[in-house]
């Protein structure tokens, strides 16, 4: 049986569907809801099952592997899948003071709900063709929802975001026909296997590097991440918390997930690339933070540096490393989520974007200010919040390889993003509001809805940065599924002999 | 466009596709057809239907909403998948009822197969018309 595999898409399926038809409604945002909480649930119980197992898999329609449909989660699948539920819950909640009756009409709900599906389904995936489609459903879903109700700058960046997008789809395309060409499969445990039996090592380079190039543009490593700055600051800000919190994550989950268990013939070449791409990637985007003014802007730009981070740790390839980089995932899609969230109330308390022309939150809104403390401190590395683990880890592994400089860089950036965040602090928060508003909490309309996720969110960051144990052994333990695949391989194809 | 002739035709044109849509439909599981195809064809006699004598009367025949009934058309095409459980089988495992089964015959073959592919007809219906009607409102 496998059905604690599938529930955690259906769900979202079945939400969406319902949410449509109810989409005139005000219902159709308590659908989301309650179908987000059931969601959540059905992944609790995933990772229940999974911390159990090990490895489960489960094959769509009864057609064995590696013909069929396959499912699986490993403990880096069930994570993420747990993570993205606990995101959906948390935006689906902030949605209700965040949406306006025309977005909702629109069908905003439907859409939120199958973005959660192709996301989750691009973890849950078992094989390459899969994960396209997968990848199609969120571009389609996140398309919908930039350009929602949206004006020319909505439009604007949507069409930069889907054309981007879409050069990178062709790539992972090609890929996937070259691929299937030299090995005959597509399914991630049959390649694992076969990849070494390919004669022509050289060519299943060139492939491994298209697949880097395909994944890269939708994780915005440098230096393909010119659609996100572009597009990420358009939407409302429910939509730009869940992208920014999950859309590039699955970029990072899909290279991690093949070049530690496909692509690991040529670690030499394959893992130097990804290791100056990753040191380009964090000094670009926190270089480019520093530029900006608009606080979803500034945070646009993070998110690039933090993916730096996440690919670093991959391009080690230490245990400890990978380490790092699992528990970064986990850690910033939290953290950015909910930095989002907090700039969508923010933007609503003072009215603007710009945070030179806003001001005053601290004096007015202290409760807002703390919030935004936790996150942004955590982002930076401050101790004990989760941030300072994530860093501390990725910074240990470099330095336990002797890459002083790849260290210094990881130390410099992070440093940087503390000036970034001060920024934000000393001009949202800290000066007077130069149209001198005091921007109280009691006047935002819908004001527990958007403060309980946010509330929620930091919470789940405090007791990652002070109870860190569990979650780093949890880290250890994927990280030794994905350095030695053979129980992901034998539980996906044991099953269908 | 307001010709008799175009109008007389298009009408008989309409019906004539939308049962061929069912028949191609039905015959889909082992030969060339379903649900897509017959989407694809159900909403050609309704677009014939509009260019002939405008939406309005074309969204009046079509009864629903076409967002709603690509809505309605997933709701359906998942819930042949979902179906399995009851056999307690997996996600999409196609379940057969061969009704008047002999040993040389299968008799007639019902399938959640054929409910999956009402699904997809559905949904392929609902899509193109929301968007073919929309662009022929916006001209």
Not at chain 1, 231 to 244: C, E, G, I
């Amino acid at each position: 049986m496998s059905w604690y595999l599938t529930l955690p898409l259906v769900i979202p399926f079945v939400a969406a569907i319902i949410a449509y038809l109810l989409r005139s409604s005000p219902l159709g945002a308590w659908v989301s809801i309650i179908g987000s909480g059931l969601g959540l649930i059905a992944s609790i119980a995933l990772m229940a099952v999974v911390l159990d197992a090990g490895v489960v898999a489960g094959q769509m329609g009864n057609w064995p592997a590696p013909f069929g449909i396959t499912l699986v989660a490993d403990l880096l699948s069930a994570v993420m899948v747990l993570i993205t539920a606990i995101t959906g819950f948390a935006v689906a909640i902030y949605a209700l003071g965040d949406i306006t009756e025309r977005q909702a009409k629109l069908g905003y709900h439907a859409l939120f709900q199958i973005l959660l599906a192709g996301v989750t389904g691009a973890f849950l995936t078992g094989d390459l063709f899969n994960l396209y489609v997968w990848f199609e459903v969120m571009l389609i879903a996140s398309f919908g929802l930039l350009i929602l109700n949206g004006g020319k700058e909505q439009i604007d960046g949507g069409v930069k975001y889907v054309a981007l997008n879409l050069i990178s789809t062709i790539l992972f395309l090609t890929g996937i026909g070259l691929l299937y060409g030299m090995t005959g499969t597509l399914n991630f445990a049959d390649l694992a296997v076969k990849v070494n039996e390919v004669e022509n090592q050289g060519l299943l380079t060139v492939v491994a590097m298209m697949f880097m190039v395909a994944f890269g543009v939708k994780a915005a490593v440098f230096p393909l991440f010119f659609w996100l700055p572009a597009a990420y600051h358009t939407p409302s800000f429910s939509v730009s918390a869940v992208f920014a919190g999950l859309l590039t994550k699955v970029g990072v989950y899909a290279l991690i997930r093949m070049f530690t268990m496909v692509f690991d013939h040529d670690i030499g070449f394959t893992h130097t690339v990804l290791l100056w791409v990753a040191c380009l990637t964090m000094v670009v985007g926190v270089l480019g933070a520093a530029a900006q003014s608009d606080f979803r802007k500034i945070l646009s730009f993070h998110i690039i540096s933090q993916i730096g981070y996440m690919v670093l740790g991959l391009a080690l390839m230490t245990p400890l490393a990978l380490m790092g980089a699992v528990f970064y995932l986990v850690h910033h899609i939290i953290v950015k989520a909910n930095l989002f969230l907090i700039a969508g109330i923010a933007k609503r308390l003072t009215g603007g974007t710009d945070v030179y022309k806003i001001g005053g939150l601290y004096k007015s809104a202290p409760f807002l200010a703390v919030l935004f403390l936790i996150p942004a401190f955590s982002l930076a590395g401050f101790p004990p919040l989760s941030g300072f683990w994530a860093k501390y880890i990725i910074v240990k592994a470099t330095l336990d390889v002797e890459m002083w400089f790849v260290a210094f860089i990881a130390l410099a950036v992070g440093l940087m993003t503390i000036y970034s965040m001060t920024k934000i602090w000393a001009e949202a928060f800290w000066k007077p509001h130069p149209d001198g508003i005091e921007p109280e909490l009691k006047t935002l309309p819908h004001k527990t809805a958007q403060i309980l996720p946010v509330a929620g969110l930091a919470v789940l960051t405090i007791i990652i940065g002070l109870n860190p144990e569990p979650f780093v052994l949890f880290a250890e333990r994927t990280t030794e599924q994905l350095l030695d695949p053979t129980a992901y391989i034998t539980t996906v194809l044991g099953e269908a002999s | 466009m307001n010709s008799v002739i175009l109008i007389a035709g298009a009408r008989l044109q309409a019906v004539l596709l939308l049962v061929f849509s069912g028949y191609m439909l039905l015959r889909g599981h082992n030969a060339p057809g379903g649900g897509f195809i017959g989407g694809l064809i159900a909403a050609t006699g309704f677009v014939v239907y509009a260019i002939a004598c405008g939406t309005q009367d074309a969204r009046k025949a079509l009864r629903f909403d076409p967002g709603s009934i690509a809505g309605a058309g997933l709701g359906i095409a998942l819930l042949a998948g979902v179906m399995a459980a009851l056999w307690g089988d997996a996600l999409f495992t196609g379940q057969w009822l061969f009704i008047g089964a002999t040993e040389d015959s299968k008799g007639i073959p019902l399938s959640t197969v054929l409910i999956f592919d009402i699904g997809v007809y559905l949904v392929v219906l609902g899509a193109i018309l929301s968007i073919a009607f929309s662009l022929e409102e916006a001209v």
